[in-house]
């Protein structure tokens, strides 16, 4: 028994220790069932069978391609919406483009009206944004 604890304990420490892998994906939803003019996009999400079940189900429910990396042209992204956080601990957004659905201007303040109070967040590339 105390070596069952011993070995326990030591397995234990060196599992804290084991390296994760996460991964960040994508919906692009312009090209969507119902095209908008925004990409919802997870920072982060633990790379591991099952975790990417939210990610895929949110796709697959607006008729958009699942995509393992960040939202696509990214210099067209303007601002974006924090939506939450998942159960992995990674992070969903809204990235708003400068062109909307409807070949209208997308500003700032178009951005900020669509965010809940206190969701609106400045664009920043997937290694630097910080909430």
């Given at each position: 028994m105390?070596?069952f604890?011993?070995?326990?304990?030591?397995?234990?420490?060196c599992?804290?220790?084991?390296?994760?892998?996460?991964?960040?994906?994508h919906?692009?939803?312009?090209?969507?069932?119902?095209?908008?003019g925004y990409?919802?996009?997870?920072?982060?999400?633990?790379?591991?069978?099952?975790?990417?079940?939210t990610?895929l189900?949110?796709c697959a429910?607006?008729g958009t391609?699942?995509v393992?990396?960040?939202?696509?042209?990214?210099?067209d992204?303007?601002?974006?919406?924090?939506?939450?956080t998942l159960?992995?601990?990674?992070e969903?957004?809204?990235?708003?483009y400068?062109?909307d659905?409807?070949?209208?201007?997308?500003?700032?303040?178009?951005?900020?009206?669509?965010?809940?109070?206190?969701?609106?967040?400045?664009w920043?590339?997937?290694?630097t944004?910080?909430r």
């Amino acid at each position: 028994m105390r070596l069952f604890a011993v070995v326990l304990s030591v397995w234990t420490s060196c599992a804290q220790n084991l390296p994760v892998d996460h991964v960040d994906a994508h919906c692009d939803l312009r090209v969507g069932m119902e095209p908008r003019g925004y990409c919802q996009e997870w920072r982060s999400l633990l790379d591991a069978p099952g975790s990417d079940v939210t990610a895929l189900g949110v796709c697959a429910a607006l008729g958009t391609e699942y995509v393992e990396t960040t939202c696509v042209d990214e210099e067209d992204i303007i601002a974006g919406c924090f939506i939450g956080t998942l159960g992995d601990g990674s992070e969903s957004y809204w990235w708003f483009y400068s062109v909307d659905e409807d070949g209208n201007d997308v500003t700032e303040a178009d951005v900020r009206s669509e965010c809940d109070d206190g969701s609106f967040v400045v664009w920043s590339p997937s290694e630097t944004l910080m909430r």
